[in-house]
């Protein structure tokens, strides 16, 4: 398997995914079910996650089939754009669904429905996602596809505007100055002291180390670091849309964001309603295996990105 | 400006060139995880004083300068060998003395901080944030000024003997 392949494999994830998500969304609000919302937001939360390794991996597929006579670079452009736009969508669903998690996460009462705001919030979220996903989808299977495509060239007004944001994002990333990229990077660090600080601190709790906390408020911290993550991505993706062949084939940054994608993962854990069986471990006590188990892995894993993400440079291709 | 003789002799000794042979990347990444350990423990401290996360106990919170002296010590010894590697980059840079500058005012407010709201363990926890405050802020500005400056080695110098 190569990394165009990869991308075929994952980008109808996030795809049927949303569809998914939204429909259990419709059915939770209409049974009025607290554990279907709570299951409808996971996916969206999970799906963010997907659509990074398969956002990513379309440049591999893109400048794989570049070379294809048969295949016209507007439509890979095309396809682009409507993608960049997609992820976005995907990742504010994804996020507004973390929020609504979190509030499950809070509550002790079994019956929580979350507040209508949020509900509202990731519903509207998750309609535009969904229209946006189409688009990403459709551009996409447009081109390996004559077969699906209608006379003359296929054009989608919000494809257009994407592509041209990420012509626009690559000019700010790698010509508006010299400094973008200094700045960015200095950003990216500061995101990693966020999520390191924070969830590590929780990771070493759970583990047994300062154990005069209790775990339940040191929770509070967590949106900090999720403010690091945000922080993150979004430099991490401005780094990889300014410079994309410097990562594409890179094994070092695929390793990194392998490490992303299972400690992002993990970190839902924390976020949601998991964490109530954890919430009430006082100071001195000890938190079950499963818990450290958990734990574990994130503190491992974090740290695992942080060396991987400094070894990148060496993993680039010449 | 004429580069001193001296960074050159450091240069071609023996635990320089050893620096710039394969390690360099692994005392880098030591120097970001000792960044992180340094600077997330004293932000977590600085954030709850300034009334963020307000139900983490504040006294507890003393532990946490084991880690930021552990994180101090691994930055100064892998700061050192990488100081050693590359003493022209950095000395002929200013933005090194900036860097140099923060963290000491940086690891200076985080200290003050210890002796001004943890050393008496009879105190309130509203008395703690109200003396700790304003330092709490200094901390978290110098830190963050510190990693910024740092950051900014990589894009600002102008001599460096060895280039990677």
Known sequence: MNLPHLHLLLNHWPIIGTFIGLGLLVIALIARSSDVKQVSFTVF?????????????????????KKMPEVGAPLIETHEGAALLAFGALGITGLLALVGLWQFSRSRDVEFHAPAWITTAVLISALITVALVSVAGNTGGNIRHPEILEKGSPTSAIAAMGASWLLSIRYFVIDYSRWVWPVLEAMHFIGLILILGTVCLLNLRILGFYKALPVGPLQSLLP?????????????????IGMPFFYTDNWIFQLKILGVIVATVNLLLFCSATFRSWESIGPKEDAPGIAKLVALTSFVVWIAVVILGRYIPLGAPN | MEIPHFFLTIEESGLSMWVRDNPFWAILTVHAVGMAMLVGASSIIDLRLLGFASKVP?????????????GFWIQIVSGLLLLIGYPTKSFTNLDFYLKLILIAFGMFATLKLKTRVFSDPNMSESDMMVKGKTLALLSLFFWLAAVTSARMLAYTYTNVSYPY
Do not use: D, H, K
């Open chain 1, 45 to 65: 939360a999970t799906m963010a996650i997907a659509s990074i390794p398969a956002y990513l991996s379309g440049n591999a597929a893109a400048e794989a089939i």
């Open chain 1, 224 to 240: 900090w670091g999720i403010a690091g993550l945000i922080i993150n991505v979004i430099t991490g993706f401005m780094f990889f």
């Open chain 2, 58 to 70: 504040i006294a507890p919170l003393r532990r946490l300068y084991g880690m930021i002296w552990a």
